[in-house]
């Protein structure tokens, strides 16, 4: 039997045992090594995120080692695959029918019916394990997986999904805007980075690999002091300065123009509303942390039509971006590692996920 960490309902985890998967035709069957507590989890254990199918087994940053394989599996990635390999997956695949998918097939985050591990797939279904928080995972045909090197540990490769969203965000601000205006931030631009939970600090190092001139906010002491080992050339505590100091802040580092771009990254309502007032003329907002619908956010439609700025939304991470999250993993000498301040087990899930929640540490995992 197979224990796993269930969400019945909302608030309402129990621990529950399910066959181990047999005779496998056309999936992988993973045994999980870490799980990442993301940001989003918190939310969907307290309902405020949908499209979440209970009972559901929580869990989509994954890092698990192939147990066994089908003999029908076909990868539809870049890898293949064998048993003792450990693999990262992308948790998320396409319906491929709905008007997006046809219309878009390039954007699969735009899909109408995105099946999402530890999210959408219920746990009641046959073969049931489609969630992290588990000891193990069914990988079902079509999604895509990736290898992870010998060179990176078990924890370190569960960062891979975050790491993914967060070159999302950066790629997201670096796009072309308007022709007269702007080709699009890039090298020696000033971005500042809302946020330094695991989502800010590794989106304040994608910044830095691109080029930018980072400056990274946050009010927690303990996270201000580990963004700076990855890459912020300026951090800012936050903590007892009003809204009007934090913008004011943030200009003084900015020639008194303000940023270029500005990404948010802590998934509060209030950052959206005064990080739109960091930007200079002609600026770019990325919001990538208010994935889930906690609310509403005052904002002055005068300012962003006085200014010229643009405001665009990052949600997810294509299946490309998960390859070049690893490569960062593998070749870029910075402490991944020090990111992950509490491994918890299974039984222990709700404990993990109110750490998220708290903002207790950095990066919470579950090791089954």
């Not at 691109?210 to 946050?218: K, P, Q, S, Y």
């Not at 200079?280 to 700025?309: L, W």
Request: aromatic share 8%; hydrophobic share 40%; net charge neutral.
């Amino acid at each position: 039997m197979v224990k796993a960490a269930v969400l019945k309902s909302d608030k309402n985890i129990e621990m529950e045992d399910f066959p181990k998967p047999e005779n496998i035709e056309d999936g992988i069957l993973i045994r999980i090594l870490s799980a990442g507590v993301c940001g989003t989890d918190p939310h969907i254990f307290n309902g405020e995120r949908a499209g979440v199918n209970h009972p559901v087994i929580m869990g989509h940053e994954i890092c698990g080692v192939i147990e066994s394989i089908g003999k029908k599996y076909e990868s539809v990635s870049y890898d293949s695959f064998n048993v003792g390999d450990r693999i990262t997956i992308v948790p998320g695949t396409t319906c491929k029918k709905c008007y997006y998918c046809k219309t878009f097939p390039h954007m699969e985050n735009y899909c109408l019916q995105r099946r999402i591990y530890g999210v959408t797939m219920k746990s009641d279904q046959p073969p049931h394990l489609f969630g992290g928080f588990s000891e193990y995972l069914y990988l079902l045909p079509g999604f895509w997986a990736y290898k992870i090197p010998e060179s990176i540990t078990d924890d370190v490769g569960s960062l891979a999904e975050p790491l993914a969203v967060a070159i999302r965000s950066v790629e997201r601000g670096m796009m072309p805007g308007l022709p007269y205006v702007s080709m699009g931030p890039g090298i020696g631009s000033n971005v500042v980075v809302q946020g330094a939970g695991t989502i800010g600090i590794l989106t304040t190092l994608v910044a830095k690999l691109m080029g930018f001139n980072v400056i990274t906010l946050d009010k927690i002491y303990l996270r201000l002091k580990m963004v700076k080992e990855f890459g912020a050339s300026k951090v800012l505590d936050i903590k007892n300065l009003t809204k009007e100091e934090r913008i004011q802040a943030v200009k003084e580092q900015t020639n008194g123009i303000g940023a270029d771009l500005v990404i948010e990254c802590t998934g509060e309502l209030d950052a959206f509303e005064e990080g739109i007032e960091m930007l200079r003329r002609g600026g770019r907002y990325v919001e990538m942390g208010n994935f889930a619908d906690v609310g509403f956010s005052k904002i002055k439609p005068n300012f962003i039509c006085r200014n010229d700025i643009e405001i665009v939304g990052s949600v997810i991470s294509p299946p490309q971006n998960f390859k070049k999250a690893i490569y960062i993993l593998k070749n870029y000498d910075y402490p991944f590692e020090k990111l992950i301040t509490h491994k918890l087990g299974i039984d222990d899930a709700e404990k993990a996920i109110k750490n998220v929640a708290e903002r207790k540490g950095i990066k919470t995992v579950i090791k089954p």
